[in-house]
């Protein structure tokens, strides 16, 4: 959670400082004011990639050689600041030291992103979803971090391996340690996704009272073929696998998705009812990975696209009775009425990249 917040120079935002409360902060402001920017250097604050550029010099404000961010985060004051010029490029430090891993700035700001166009978690394929998914198990799973990233090394040297045009038996020495930290990748999502699906079964109905009365189900595939271990899998494909030139067969291959009445919500859900789907998945992901000394950020761009002013007053106010920090942006300055401006909760009006009082 942030205390304080300061940013310089990032797109149309030349000095902008704000204190957030600990609850909702709405963020109002025609198209083009700074609010969405705002939430961009949240979003690179605590996971150092931007959500609209793979190119951070597209970020730096005109005619400025570079763009800072600066916070203190609530739990022990700790400040945490980046800054990102073409020249030196990007350079985060913590608690007044150089970063070392970006892990370890996860730990510290955990943060979910709620895009405008949130339907990609249909639309963008398994490796979102698979994201979202390690997202929580990062936050919670102690082990989880150690298997996946001793799991990738594995896949990448039997990739390797395989575009060497190496014997099968060469291939086959990564078997072992792949099956190893495969299997408990696959355990820790499944367990993961059986928590999240009771949250989720009582979060959605809430958002859309429509479907009060519906079941909720798992789709989830391992990722490789069904009714074979993950070690009888990768020994019938290896082939296959050589054809390829990589390994197919794995957890880096699984997805998941949660059926509503027994349908997929990517073929029978409205526009609006997916965006209301993906919210309930976040706060689902929220109140799973709550921890005592750590407040999750949420940001939610254009809350009021695809959705009715309904709706969105619903998920205000589960918003509200959560312990998660959000900021969410809006053109729709009637929804000010719906927040209570008090120590919890703000409503800031923005314009022209900057703070105005209304």
């Known amino acids: 959670m942030l ?12 000095a902008l400082s704000l204190r957030p409360s600990p609850g909702v902060n709405l963020l109002l402001g025609s198209n083009g004011s700074g609010k969405t920017s705002l939430l961009e250097a949240i979003h690179l604050l605590a996971l150092g990639r931007s959500f609209r550029t793979r190119s951070l010099k597209n970020v730096v404000q005109h005619q400025h050689q570079k763009m800072q961010v600066t916070a203190k985060i609530a739990r022990h004051q700790m400040p945490v600041g980046l800054q990102y010029s073409p020249e030196n490029r990007l350079q985060i430090r913590l608690n007044n030291a150089p970063l070392k891993k970006l892990s370890e700035l996860a730990v510290e700001l955990p943060l979910q992103f709620i895009p405008a166009n949130c339907h990609q978690f249909f639309e963008q394929g398994p490796k979102y979803r698979r994201q979202f998914l390690d997202w929580g198990l990062f936050h919670v799973e102690p082990s989880f971090n150690y298997h996946w990233q001793s799991y990738k090394k594995v ?32 355990r820790q999502r499944l367990k993961r996704l059986e928590i999240l699906l009771v949250e989720f079964s009582v979060i959605f109905p809430s958002l ?49 998705s949660f059926k509503v ?72 300055k009637s929804l000010s009425d719906l927040i209570k401006n008090d120590a919890l909760h703000s409503v800031f009006h923005v314009e022209q990249g900057g703070l105005v009082s209304e």
């Open 3 to 14: 205390a304080e917040l300061t940013i310089n120079h990032l797109r149309n935002i030349s």
């Open 155 to 186: 896949i990448q040297q039997r990739n390797s391996a395989i575009r060497q045009y190496k014997k099968i038996e060469e291939i086959e020495l990564w078997d072992k340690h792949l099956v190893f930290h495969g299997d408990e990748i696959n």
């Open 208 to 256: 859309c009272p429509d479907y009060s009365n519906q079941d909720f189900s798992l789709k989830y595939r391992t990722g490789w073929a069904k009714d074979f271990s993950l070690q009888e899998a990768i020994g019938l494909t290896v082939l296959r696998d050589k054809q390829l030139g990589y390994t197919r067969s794995g957890p880096h291959a699984a997805d998941w």
């Open 261 to 332: 009445g027994g349908y997929d919500p990517a073929e029978v859900f409205s526009r609006g009812q997916q965006k209301l789907f993906f919210v309930a998945l976040c706060i689902a992901q929220i109140k799973t990975t709550q921890q005592e000394n750590t407040k999750s950020i949420l940001l939610i761009d254009d809350i009021s696209s695809e959705l009715d002013t309904e709706h969105q007053k619903i998920i205000l106010e589960t918003l509200s009775q959560l312990k998660v920090q959000t900021f969410i942006t809006s053109t729709d």
